[in-house]
Structure formats: C-alpha cells, structure tokens
C-alpha cells in the first residue's frame, strides 16, 4: 500500500516544487529579496559571533565607513542601468579632496573649495560624455583614461602627500552627527532615495532603462539618448566630488589616493545588487543594500580578527556567488 | 519622429524593441509626455492605455507589466504598431510590417491597417512581399536602387508588380504604396 501510494508522489512534489520557485524567483524584485535575505543572515551570523558587532557604535561605524562609497554607487548605479560605466568616479574623489585642501591652504575660503570641488566633478563627467558620446569611445576605455589622468593630476598637485584639512564646520560633514546619525550616512540615504524617484516615477528614468535596454530602438523612439548619457556622467562625476569632500573631511585630511583603491568595491556593490553591466537592468535599493553587505563583510571580518587580505578574497567570492545566483535566476526566469 | 510621423522599423529586434522592458514601457515610450503629470509619469494611466491597445489588437500576453522579449513576433509587432496611434499620427510608415510573424496575427495587423486607413490616416508601406502589397495598396510604386520604376493603379495584383519589376532584369524589387 504504501508502495503503490508512494511512487507517483516524488515525480510531483519536484515538479510543482521547481515550479513554484522558478515562478517565485522569476519576479522581478525576487534578486533584492534574496538580497535582503543574505544580509539579514550575515547579520545574525556576525552577532553570534562577535559581542561588539550589533553594538550602535559598531553599526554606525559601517555606515560612515561605506557612505562615501554608498554616494557614488549611488550615482553609478543609473550611469550602468543606461548602458554607461564611469571608472574616474574614485579619482575624482581623490581630486575633489585635493581642490579643497590647496585651495584652503592658498587661504581661500573652505566652502569656495568645496564648491570648485563640485564644479570640477560636473566638469569631469561633461568630459566623460562627451568622450563617450560624441567621440564614440568605448566607456571602459574611456573612463579608464580619465581615471589616469585625474589621478595622476591629484599627485602631481601634492608631490603624492596628504594635505591636513582640520576645520571643525568642515569636519562635521564626515564626523557630525543629525539625530544620533552620522551625516555622511543622511546624505548618502538621501543621494539613493532621490535616484529611486527619477529613476522610477519620472520620464528621465524612463529613458535611462530604454537607452541601456535598447539604444537604437530608444532613438528611433524619440528618447534623446545622448543627453541622457551625458546627464548620468555628470551626475556620476558629482557624485565622486561630493564622496571625496566627505572623505577629506572625515579624515580631517586629502589624500591623493585614499578614495582610488575603492573603484572595485563601488563597481562591486552595483553588480551585486542586481545591475546588468549590459545595461537596461537594476535598481538602486539593490546597490544600498551590496553597499550594506561589502561594509558588514569588512566589519565584521575585521572584529574576528580576520587578515584585510582575506577580506578582498571572501569579498571576490561573494561577488561572484551573487552574480552567479542571478543569472541562474535569469536563465530561469526565460 | 515628432512631426506627426510614425515609424514600425524593419529590423524589430534591434530598431523596434527595447526586450527587457515591459509591454508598457514599449508601447507609450514615444508619446510618454502625455502620460507625464507634474513630472511623473503615470503608470496607471499607462497601464490603461496599454491594456486597451492589448485588447483591440488582440495582444496574446500575460498584461501589460511583461517583458516584451517573451512575446511572440506577431504580438511584439502589433505593440510596434499600437505605440504610435496612441499619438494621432499624419503619417505611419510600416517597414516590412509582417516579417517573422504567423499567418493568424498576419491577418489581424492588415485588418489593423486597412480599419487605420478607411479612418483616414496615411499608411506607406515599404514591402518585399508582393503578395502583402496587392492586398493592401491603394496605389502601387515599384522601386529599384531607390528609383521609381513603376507606378501602378489601384487593385495592381502580385504578377503586374512582379512583371514590372522583371522588365527592368533583376529581382529584389521593392514595392512601395501609398494610401490615403
């Protein structure tokens, strides 16, 4: 009896089980659910283990370390969603602190720096739009340049030193605090809530996933996919002004290459959280919620006492299980 | 494009579709102003409209939030198709409207065409197939290397078109209609 009952169940229950989940994962927010759902265990996992992780000192520490990365994977995210890439983010950052520090030092006013700081970044990414989409340059490549050559200014102003930057009202945009939170946290929480709006509720952000999708298309639609491009650059590029007066300000110092060796952590967080890098694809709440895991990942690594080089090797493998998982989820999805 | 003309380009896939965008997105893209309010858009209003198109088309698709890419040919090109009526168009011009499409959503697009013609809009069709072009045209031209080399009456059949172009040695003629 309890053979003959027994046998067509396990053909069934696989069936119906594939089904369900492949219907479940087929959704389009079913890659920030499962997300979320990572990060909640990295969470639970990080406070069994250490007793100083889920301390609020602790967490606020993650957020004012990953805010200045979070603010240009923020703008990173709908520059790849509209099939761009801006790898001189990082070194326009380390550009901006170094305006803001020599400008001062020349005894000008701190704000004027940061100002000329913001411009400078605008003026970067109308560079990078114009490479990209006048001169037809491949963003890769593009951008790699720019990275080059903005970086290599950042060192030539300071002979490759860091220039001290102690203002208390400058400081207190990398360590004040509003309501218990950090700033730099408030601004970056700000900068995604605000990509999240224009990229889903208004016809710029409309335009954005058509020119990643489908530019040709999207031109013969009527969309101006050049000038959407050369929106995102420039957004991209302020952007990585922004992030570097952060970071000046929070190390109450410019340092020429303090923001470069961030690039793969901010290309890192886009991808994992759901972007295609063929463009047409992602959402921002997915690079806050990488942005999340990369800081938690250090963090907590770091409180196990775990070696910083192991950390680039666990963040590698989980960059490339998340990314593997989603396009399983895509193959499954079609 | 925004001078009151439409265009269903040829190569669907590349020219015509963003695929992984919704039904939705792919239909009100050229004329997404006005479904901007305030500048948002309004996604029910889109929704709406979308809906109203998949019905009088006869659009086979799970609703107008699925991705275009997983809909059959013959449905994405009545999509290509609805997306500029919902502008009022002077002039549509259709390149090739029937390429990689089955014989059932064939029928239902000519009707589409024909129904769109006797409200009074402008249709130029640019063919290959002889056979689509006597069955819709008004007025025939047959072109070759971008020359008229013919132009036909009304009623012209598939042999009339074919002998013209044959006259003039080489296949991979062009026909072209007008009809008003």
């Known amino acids: 009896m309890s053979k003959s009952s027994s046998i067509p169940a396990p053909s069934q229950a696989p069936k119906t089980q594939a089904h369900s989940m492949t219907s479940l994962l087929g959704r389009p927010t079913a890659g920030i659910v499962l997300l979320l759902a990572f990060y909640i265990l990295l969470l639970a996992a990080f406070s069994f283990l250490s007793p100083y992780f889920l301390t609020l000192s602790n967490l606020s520490n993650i957020g004012t370390n990953m805010a200045f990365i979070g603010l240009m994977a923020a ?51 109308v560079l990078n739009g114009f490479i990209v989409t006048r001169l037809r340059l491949n963003p890769l490549i593009a951008t790699l340049g720019t990275m080059s050559i903005f970086s290599g200014i950042s060192m030539v102003l300071t002979g490759g030193l860091s220039k001290p930057l102690f203002i208390p009202a400058f400081n207190w945009l990398g360590s ?60 991209s590029g302020l952007s990585g002004a922004a992030a570097g007066i952060i970071l000046a300000a929070m190390l109450g110092a410019a340092a020429p290459n303090a923001a470069g060796q961030h690039l793969l952590t901010i290309i890192a967080a886009i991808i994992l959280g759901g972007t295609s890098l063929f463009g047409g694809r992602g959402s921002v709440w997915g690079t806050l919620i990488a942005v999340l895991i990369l800081g938690t990942l250090n963090n907590g690594l770091t409180l196990m006492n775990v070696s910083s080089f192991w950390q680039d090797v666990t963040r590698g493998v989980v960059l490339l299980m998340a990314v593997g998982l989603d396009q399983l989820r895509v193959r499954l999805q079609s | ?171 991979g003629n062009q026909n072209e209609l007008e009809k008003v």
């Open chain 1, 75 to 125: 703008a990173g995210t709908p520059l790849i969603i509209g099939g761009g890439l801006d790898l001189s983010v990082a070194a326009v950052a380390g550009l901006a602190g170094v305006i803001v520090a020599l400008m001062h030092a020349n005894g000008l006013n701190i704000w004027m720096g940061c100002l000329t700081a913001l411009v400078i970044g605008c003026a970067v990414g």
């Open chain 1, 176 to 235: 004040g605090r509003v309501a218990g939170i950090p700033f730099p946290v408030i601004l970056m929480l700000l900068v995604f809530v605000v990509l999240w709006l224009v990229l889903s509720k208004t016809p710029f952000g409309r335009y954005v996933y058509a020119t990643g999708g489908n530019p040709e298309a999207s031109s013969l639609l009527g969309v101006p996919v050049e000038r959407t491009q050369m929106v995102l650059y420039i957004l």
């Open chain 2, 1 to 171: 494009m925004r001078k009151g003309i439409g265009f269903v380009a040829a190569e669907r896939k590349r020219q015509g579709l963003i695929g992984n965008l919704s039904v939705r997105t792919n239909t009100t893209l050229p004329y997404l102003g006005r479904f901007t309010q305030f500048g948002m858009v309004d996604r029910s209003r889109e929704e709406a409209s979308t809906q109203a198109w998949i019905k009088t088309l006869g659009v086979k698709t799970a609703g107008p939030n699925q991705e275009i890419r997983l809909l059959s040919g013959g449905n994405q090109q009545k999509i290509c198709l609805a997306r500029w009526l919902l502008g009022n168009p002077d002039l549509l011009i259709l390149e090739e409207p029937t390429r990689g499409v089955d014989l059932g959503a064939r029928r239902e697009i000519y009707a589409e065409i024909r129904r769109l013609a006797e409200a009074g809009l402008a249709i130029l069709i640019v063919s290959s197939d002889a056979e689509e072009v006597a069955g819709l045209a008004d007025r025939t031209l047959v072109l070759e290397d971008g020359k008229v080399v013919a132009e036909l009456a009304q009623a012209a059949t598939a042999a009339e078109m074919m002998r013209a172009a044959e006259t003039l040695s080489t296949a």
